[in-house]
């Protein structure tokens, strides 16, 4: 197997110093003028592969979800998503580090994920469990210079950004700091954390720069890491009115994480950083179903709801797994950057 397929197979951290896309053109001319001579001398084209040239690799062309080698960083970690979410994570081999408000439930969170690994007999990973405020910039930057020191010095290149919180006030009644607070978590929040994991990739490649700059001055030193990315759950909320509870702010929240999603992905592509919004429509997580099943009006809530969905019922957290594999895969989702995956059912269709 080739170092070039290796890379394909299994993912890694990978860092690149410079851009070095001269580099590898003019490997490319290289290769051709030697196949041409080849082909002059003896007949045989040499090609991808030795013996089939010019016939791609499965593994070229079909994608592979595997995050081996990978720190992610799962905000939100004790929520109802996160916990399905995590578990697709450790399956395809990821570490974690995990975010809440507290610890507490976090710890069960990762007790629960060992449980999920040792029954499924999965390879184990580093899990570490962290307290933050994602709306305080500062506890977040701190949070994210902390994580390698906790995951073998690996720098955390994936995000899935699931924490959040809604309310149900009328707008006439809202109250400014109640208001201003949910902005804060769930849209500064999620400027916040994008930014803190992206100055640390900056910052790491500074040293390289230098060294690098010195082995091949022509180059401009540009910092490339092409394994980044960062997915955050939005919500249909960002593109539609909810009806009938009232939730301005967080409806405008959600629309702000969309629109900073695509800003962050213009600004970042250079660095080969992806930035993406998943958009659910409504979920039954434990919290949701807890909530529906307690009263009449819970139930009546759900119907309406769901007769607002072609689908004509609620997503299962399950059915996240597939969407954040393929923005967080280097590999399936390489050319997809400041997109909004919608995943529901078809809600904001009618
Ligand atoms: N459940 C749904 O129907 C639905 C629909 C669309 C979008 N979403 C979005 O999906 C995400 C996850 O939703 P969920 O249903 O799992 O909710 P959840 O309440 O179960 O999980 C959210 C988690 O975020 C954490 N959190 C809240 N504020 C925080 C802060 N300041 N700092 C750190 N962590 C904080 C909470 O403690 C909680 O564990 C949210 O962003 C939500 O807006 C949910």
Redesign the pocket.
């Known amino acids: 197997m080739t170092t070039e397929t290796q890379n394909h197979i299994r993912e890694g951290p990978t860092v690149i110093g410079v851009d070095d896309s001269a580099a590898r053109e003019a490997a490319h001319v290289e290769e051709v003028t030697a196949n041409t001579a080849n082909r002059l001398s003896d007949g045989i084209v040499c090609g991808a592969t030795p013996d089939t040239p010019s016939i791609p690799l499965v593994s070229d062309i079909v994608p592979n979800y595997r995050l081996d080698g990978h720190v992610t960083i799962v ?2 970690g ?5 916990h399905t979410l995590c578990q697709a994570l450790v399956a395809q081999g990821s570490e974690l580090a995990l ?3 507290t610890v507490d439930k976090l710890s069960i969170v990762e007790g629960d994920l060992k449980e999920f690994i040792r029954v499924n007999k999965l390879a184990p990973v580093t899990i570490s469990t962290w307290a ?4 305080d910039s500062t506890q977040v930057e701190e949070l994210v210079r902390a994580i390698p020191h906790e995951h073998q010095g690996l720098l955390p290149d994936k995000l899935v950004h ?5 309310q149900n006030i009328p707008a006439a009644d809202y109250p400014a700091a109640r208001a201003e607070h949910l902005v804060k ?1 769930n849209l500064m ?1 999620s400027l916040y954390i994008c930014q803190a994991m992206t100055r640390q990739l900056l910052e790491k490649t500074k040293r390289r720069k230098s060294i690098s700059a010195m082995a091949n001055s022509a180059a401009e030193a540009l910092p490339r890491f092409p394994n980044a990315s960062y997915v955050l ?1 939005a ?2 909320s960002g593109m539609i009115v909810n009806t009938p509870q009232p939730q301005v702010a967080y409806n405008m929240s959600k629309a702000g994480v969309l629109h900073l999603v695509k800003s962050l992905a213009c600004e970042w592509a250079r660095y080969g950083i992806r930035v993406n919004a998943i958009s ?4 039954a ?1 434990p ?2 179903k807890q909530v529906i099943g307690a009263s009449p009006e819970g139930a009546a809530l759900q119907h309406e709801w769901t007769s607002r969905v072609p689908m004509g019922r609620m997503a299962e957290p399950k059915e996240f797994v597939g969407a954040m594999l393929y923005l967080l895969s280097s590999h399936a989702s390489s050319y997809t950057t400041g997109e909004n995956l919608v995943v529901d059912g078809g809600y904001t269709n009618w």
Not at 78 to 82: D, E, H, K, Q, T
Not at 162 to 166: I, S, W
Not at 280 to 283: K, L
Request: aromatic residues 6%.
């Open positions: 905000t939100g004790s929520g109802g998503l996160a975010v809440d408000l933050c405020d994602v709306s699931t924490a959040g919180y809604c978590v929040g759950i919500s249909m659910p429509g409504y979920i997580t919290l949701t």
